[in-house]
T-cell receptor, first 111, second 115 residues
Framework: SQELEQSPQSLIVQEGKNLTINCTSSKTLYGLYWYKQKYGEGLIFLMMLQKGGEEKSHEKITAKLDEKKQQSSLHITASQPSHAGIYLC???????????FGAGTRLTVKP | ETGVTQTPRHLVMGMTNKKSLKCEQH?????MYWYKQSAKKPLELMFV???????ENNSVPSRFSPECPNSSHLFLHLHTLQPEDSALYLCASSQAGTGGIYGYTFGSGTRLTVV
């Protein structure tokens, strides 16, 4: 099965600082998804990356996919308290019957 | 609102109780999923229904029983649960066969506590 390792597990930053979260897959990536979750809530879709070298942005959040390294990074510029939450990466499996997820990165932004 | 509605939001049940979780989607998707989220663990896929047929069961204990009467509704029937089954149960939907360019759409979850 697909194994996704996220780092760091948790992150505390001062408001206004930049940060990066990484997601590394043990298997070939066919589609890499980033989600955000507030505590006790469902996952909100942020963006999807499919092609090597692809980069997408949503407001101040940018995600990149390095297909060769089977890795994706999520970068937040000038963090705000509204960015706080748990960020999870997910990946389609080869047979497309399900999506597997990393354990998540808990982000705290201090005002 | 994401278009996927889960009820109830919170549930406390004894180990001898029988209860059901409900999920409903209004997005025209034809695949639905149950995931379990425990503290500090990755989401665990429990069941997949595609075109109303179960296509995957990840060795989930028989005390969890899914039901998908149509493409818009998904249930998770619970009986004789254990305290370690306490978790957030998430329902998701998608077009069958892929996460697509928009990924899965998740409900807000049911926080289950087994006492």
């Amino acid at each position: 099965s697909q194994e996704l390792e996220q780092s760091p597990q948790s992150l505390i930053v001062q408001e206004g600082k930049n940060l990066t979260i990484n997601c590394t897959s043990s298997k070939t990536l066919y589609g890499l998804y980033w989600y955000k979750q507030k505590y006790g809530e469902g996952l909100i879709f942020l963006m999807m990356l499919q092609k090597g070298g692809e980069e997408k942005s949503h407001e101040k959040i940018t995600a990149k996919l390095d297909e060769k390294k089977q890795q994706s990074s999520l970068h937040i510029t000038a963090s705000q308290p509204s960015h706080a939450g748990i960020y999870l990466c997910g990946a389609d499996s080869y047979n497309n019957n399900d999506m597997r997820f990393g354990a998540g990165t808990r982000l705290t932004v201090k005002p | 609102e994401t278009g996927v509605t889960q009820t109830p939001r919170h549930l406390v049940m004894g180990m001898t109780n029988k209860k059901s979780l409900k999920c409903e989607q209004h997005l025209g998707h034809n695949a639905m999923y149950w995931y379990k989220q425990s503290a500090k663990k990755p989401l665990e896929l429990m069941f997949v229904y595609s075109l109303e047929e179960r296509v995957e069961n990840n060795s989930v204990p028989s005390r969890f029983s899914p039901e998908c009467p149509n493409s818009s509704h998904l249930f998770l029937h619970l009986h004789t649960l254990q305290p370690e089954d306490s978790a957030l149960y998430l329902c998701a939907s998608s077009q069958a066969g892929t996460g697509g360019i928009y990924g899965y759409t998740f409900g807000s979850g049911t926080r289950l506590t087994v006492v």
